[in-house]
């Protein structure tokens, strides 16, 4: 059974700091693309980041520079580091694993990232 299982959450003050992680089980990691989604109240889910197995990496623009995304292939991570936050970054945010081969894609439960004051 594969499973993504969130943590890091939390509620911070503007211009606050948050590191999200996501441990990966039942899968070949390698094989899996991994990234974060967000979705706030009211708007649909929107793609974050998200990292090949190799190291690539893709940004959402409005968290460039801001928002840094990092593998662990040895122990099957993931890790969103998020910095200078915003109100608007409010969200659930889910991880997300794409396994390439068989073109299945995988999500954690969630967890609730509040920005604010």
């Known amino acids: 059974q594969v499973q993504l299982v969130e943590s890091g959450g939390g509620l911070v003050q503007p211009g606050g700091s948050l590191r999200l992680s996501c441990a990966a089980s039942?899968?070949?990691?390698?094989?899996?693309?991994m990234g974060w989604y967000r979705q706030a109240p009211g708007k649909q889910r929107e793609l974050v980041a998200r990292?090949?197995?190799?190291?690539?990496?893709y940004y959402l623009e409005s968290v460039k520079g801001r928002f840094t995304l990092s593998r662990e292939n040895a122990q099957n991570t993931v890790a969103l580091q998020m910095d200078s936050l915003k109100p608007e970054d409010t969200a659930v945010y889910y991880c997300?694993?794409?396994?390439?081969?068989?073109?299945?894609?995988?999500w954690g439960q969630g967890t609730q990232v509040t920005v604010s004051s």
């Open positions: 990292i090949g197995s190799r190291g690539s990496a």
């Open positions: 039942g899968i070949i990691f390698s094989n899996v693309v």
């Open positions: 997300n694993g794409h396994d390439v081969y068989a073109n299945v894609d995988y």
